[in-house]
Structures are given as structure tokens and as C-alpha cells.
């Protein structure tokens, strides 16, 4: 329950707060990269239950001459760069949260593909909302690699509490700010979980 109470009252504040800074951002996201301003896609939530995430759109609509989709490297902009990079593009995740879709801290939501490929244990990340930041976001961000971000996952969901809440939140704001452990694309550093562990022979069900 503090949990929640924190929830609904950081994300209300958030929205009044950065209501300015979103409203810029769209704009500036609607100028640069046109419409639609939100990106939104369905992930697995609270015990595995799907619900539309969303975010600020970071890539452009671009396809190559036989009209396929160009790879995610290749329609992300310098605009849609600096977004990632600063995090401005997760602001609208604090309606998620508002929504009790999300939680400020927990694993963070990842593709719905993506759950065959999770171990057993790593399956505990069902058991809370996902989070907007995480353990693994401060301990490597995007640069951490999938066993060992998963493994952070694990970790949080064994030892979470609300004095680890706020310590991440806090060390959260330090990275940003620093732009520490950021992959802006993340295609370029790693594979796609699945992709990875298909190789592998990893997950339950490979």
C-alpha cells in the first residue's frame, strides 16, 4: 500500500510538474518526426497480464525500396538520440503509473516475445509491476547484458522494499544526469533476447 500511495502521488506530481517540458517534447517530437507523437506497444505487466506502454516516438518512419522497414539504427534520428539519452522519451510512462499499469521501480517492461526466453527464475519478475527504472537501470543501464540485467531483475524482486525504492530512484536521477552506462541503441551493442538465446539454447522452452 506505501508502495502504491507513492505511486499515485509521484506520477500526479511528475505529470504537473514536467506537464510543461511534456508538452515541449511533443511538440518538438511532432515537428521532427511528425505523427503519430506517442509510441505505444502492448508488454507483459503485473503477472504476465498485457498493457499498451507508452512512450515519446524516438524513430522516424522510413522504409527501404522494396518497402520493408529499415532497421532501428537506421531511423533513429540525432532528435530521437538526445531523447533517449536524456530520458525525456519515458515521461509519458508516469500515466502508466498513474494508471496502475506501472510502478516508478521495478523490472523493466519488456517485449511480449520476449517471455519464452525467461528461466524460471527469472519469471519472478511477474510477480510486481514493471517499473519506469529498475536495479538493473542503475547498475549499467542499457550496457548491461541480458543474463546479468535479467539477473538484477531477479535480485529486486527478492529484496525489494521501499528504502530500496527510494535509493534507486535517487541513484536514477544521478545517471541521468551524468548520461551513465546510456546505449542509445542497444541493436548495435547486443542481440535481441530472443535472438541471443536461441543460439544459446537458453530459456525454458529452447
Same mark, same amino acid.
Given at each position: ?10 506520477s500526479?506530481? @511528475? ?7 511534456? !508538452?515541449?517534447?511533443?511538440? %518538438?517530437v ?6 503519430p ?23 522516424? =518512419?522510413?522504409? *527501404?525500396?522494396?518497402?520493408?522497414? !529499415?532497421? *532501428?539504427? =537506421? ?12 530520458? %525525456? =522519451?519515458? %515521461?509519458?510512462?508516469?500515466w ?22 525467461? &528461466? ?12 519506469? &527504472? @529498475? ?29 530500496? =525504492?527510494?535509493?534507486?530512484?535517487? %541513484? ?23 535472438e541471443?538465446?536461441?543460439?544459446? @539454447?537458453? @530459456?525454458?522452452?529452447?
Open positions: 500500500m506505501l508502495k502504491r500511495s507513492f505511486d499515485i502521488l509521484a500526479f506530481l @511528475g505529470l504537473i510538474l514536467f506537464c510543461p517540458i511534456i !508538452l515541449i517534447v511533443a511538440w %518538438l511532432k515537428r521532427n518526426l511528425g505523427a507523437v506517442l509510441f505505444r506497444q502492448v508488454r507483459p505487466g503485473l503477472n504476465g497480464v498485457p498493457f499498451e506502454m507508452i512512450k515519446f516516438r524516438t524513430m522516424r =518512419d522510413a522504409v *527501404d525500396h522494396n518497402g520493408e522497414v !529499415l532497421a *532501428d539504427g =537506421d531511423r533513429l534520428t540525432k532528435f530521437g538520440r538526445f531523447l533517449r539519452s536524456s530520458s %525525456l =522519451d519515458e %515521461l509519458p510512462e508516469l502508466n503509473v498513474l494508471r496502475n499499469d506501472m510502478s516508478i521501480v521495478g523490472p523493466r517492461p519488456l517485449l511480449d516475445r520476449y517471455t519464452p526466453y525467461f &528461466t524460471e527464475e527469472e519469471r519472478c519478475r511477474f510477480s510486481v509491476k514493471p517499473g519506469i &527504472t @529498475g536495479w538493473a537501470q542503475i547498475n549499467g543501464r542499457n550496457e548491461c547484458k541480458w543474463d546479468a540485467r535479467l539477473a538484477y531483475d531477479v535480485w529486486y524482486v527478492k529484496n525489494r522494499s521501499f528504502l530500496l =525504492d527510494m535509493r534507486i530512484i535517487f %541513484l536514477t536521477f544521478y545517471k541521468v544526469l551524468k548520461s551513465d552506462g546510456i546505449v542509445v541503441d542497444p541493436s548495435q551493442t547486443m542481440l535481441n533476447l530472443d541471443e538465446r536461441s543460439r544459446k @539454447g537458453g @530459456g525454458d522452452n529452447v
